[in-house]
Every structure is written in C-alpha cells, then in structure tokens.
C-alpha cells in the first residue's frame, strides 16, 4: 500500500472534517483551547497507523484523551455526520471510509459516557467538557 497516499488522503479528510467541528456552535465549544491544525496533523497520525501505516502517533490513545470529554449518543453522531460529509466533499473511495468508520467504531463505548459524572480531569487544571444540549437533558446546567 502507498502510505503516502493513504497519509494525504486521511489528511484532507480530517481537514474538512475539523473544518465542520470548528465552525459548529456544539463541537466548536468543546474544541475552543485546541489549534486546529494540530489536532488535523495528530488525528492524522493516529489514523495512519490504524491503517496499518507507520506508528508516529504520539498523543493520548483514545480512551484517556477523552476522559475529561462528555460524549453521548448525540454528539457521536453529530461527530460522525460530519465525518461522512467530508468522506462524500473529498469522494473517498469506499474502502478507506469502511475502515475508518470501523476503527471510529472500536473505540466508540470506551469513549462515549452514561452521564456527566463518569467524566474525569485529565490534570488538576482541567475542565470537564460537555456538549451542552446533551448535558442539559441529563440534568447539567449549561456552561457560561
């Protein structure tokens, strides 16, 4: 395989995706303290080596860099809309969207949270983020 390729493919895709996450009022406010080119070049990485390319991912594997993040049902899928609306902007071939879905799939009960109290900090700083629509109608207030 052409990891090259692949590496410029999964690139554009996480390009136009985060382009939607940050420009949306929800997902936006959870990435607010996060460069986004960083996060593309990160994600990136991570997926490269999913795919079975060079391991240089050098972040938090998913279920601790979400720790501190509320993700339920409704942020899942608003994530993974986005996802699929890069996949089709960029017409990826088929193959690499199944398996991309598949590796967002393996991690997605490690990720996801029954409620805003399994949340965690990372470090003493921290804040515990949270979409807020979705934490509204599990009883927490909305952050200012």
């Not at 996480?14 to 986004?36: E, H, M, P, S, T």
């Not at 990136?44 to 795919?51: C, H, I, K, P």
Request: charged share 30%.
């Amino acid at each position: 395989m052409d990891y090259d390729l692949l590496k410029k493919q999964i690139h554009m895709v996480n390009k136009a995706f985060y382009d939607r996450v940050f420009k949306d009022q929800w997902l936006g406010a959870i990435f607010k303290d996060v460069d986004q080119t960083h996060i593309e070049n990160q994600q990136t990485d991570f997926m490269l080596g999913a795919f079975g390319g060079p391991k240089v991912y050098s972040g938090r594997n998913p279920i601790h860099a979400h720790v501190h993040i509320f993700v339920n049902e409704d942020i899942w899928q608003l994530r993974e809309k986005f996802l699929k609306e890069a996949f089709v902007e960029l017409n990826t071939p088929q193959e690499i969207r199944e398996k991309w879905i598949k590796i967002d799939e393996a991690f997605k009960n490690a990720i996801m949270k029954k409620s805003f109290t399994d949340c965690t900090k990372r470090f003493t700083m921290d804040e515990i983020v949270y979409y807020p629509t979705a934490a509204s109608a599990n009883g927490v207030k909305k952050a200012a």
